[in-house]
């Protein structure tokens, strides 16, 4: 009798155990489920809709270092500066009249009248001439800035060679439009004042967007939806009714 009670007490014992352990490997299965659904729903709300697919932060976007510090206004004593100078430019040459020849000839003028009244002053106080320094424009940043002005001139130039290929309608019509409103925009004003209007864009609309992604997203992702659609009808009305067969295949 004492060993069928131990029996018994020792199957109980063994079928709680194995209640136990289905028990818990239906929760831990539970969790695992309830973990890899959270992940997917993160990786869903991380894939968000940024302005002209970009995936990199703006900073990173305008090529960092100091140019994009400047245009992001991280030191707004220099970009106040930059944009002060470039207001004073504009204001020089074309609201005032003002020629470039005619500035350096004045700036030169008024520097070397300047020097030459301290000279003498000196000589005639000190009896000695004073040492005027020299100025030597450096080589390397020179070397630096027309090394990326060639790499920017080939970069638009390969752009051009490839829209001129035929390959890409899209990019072509693009491109065509985007000239088009260039040359109305320079009807309207001249080179300096168009330039003026580009830099101040510069000093202006990277920062905005940076402080309002949030909001400017959502609404680029509707417009960008709604010219899709547009752009769809336009090509199976039009573009695709134009024959380039032949030309697509020589290319190719």
């Known amino acids: 009798m004492a060993e069928e009670s131990e029996s018994t007490v020792t199957g109980g014992e ?19 489920d309830s973990d890899s659904e ?3 729903t ?43 100078v470039a207001t004073a430019v504009y204001v020089f040459f074309e609201l005032l009249e003002y020629h470039l020849l005619t500035l350096v000839c004045h700036i030169l003028i008024l520097s070397l009248a300047v020097l030459f009244l301290w ?9 000695t001439p004073p040492r005027i320094p020299e ?5 390397e940043p020179i070397l630096q800035f027309a090394s990326a002005l060639r790499i920017e001139i080939n970069w638009g130039f390969a752009i051009l060679r490839n829209v001129a290929s035929g390959r890409d309608l899209k990019k072509f019509l693009i491109v065509i439009a985007g000239l088009w409103i260039l ?5 309207w004003c001249n080179f300096l004042t168009l330039f003026y209007i580009s ?10 967007y940076e402080k309002h992604e949030d909001k400017v997203d959502p609404f680029a992702e509707k417009a960008s939806i709604e010219l899709k659609k547009h752009y769809t009808v336009f090509d199976a009305k039009v573009l695709s009714k134009i024959p380039r067969g032949p030309l697509k295949g020589k290319l190719a």
């Open 199 to 208: 830099f101040v864009l510069l000093h202006t609309v990277p920062v905005l």
């Open 38 to 40: 959270k992940h997917a």
């Open 119 to 127: 000279s003498n002053a000196h000589t005639f106080i000190h009896k």
């Open 135 to 139: 100025i030597h424009v450096p080589e």
């Open 183 to 187: 040359s109305i925009a320079g009807n």
């Open 42 to 84: 993160s990786s869903v709300k991380d894939k968000v809709y940024r302005l002209f697919g970009r995936e990199k932060p703006v900073h990173s976007v305008l090529g960092g270092g100091k140019p994009a510090d400047v245009l992001l206004w991280r030191n707004k004593k220099i970009s106040a500066s930059v944009l002060g």
């Open 14 to 32: 063994s079928l709680i155990e194995k209640i136990n352990e289905k028990v818990h490997d239906h929760d831990t299965s539970s969790s695992s």
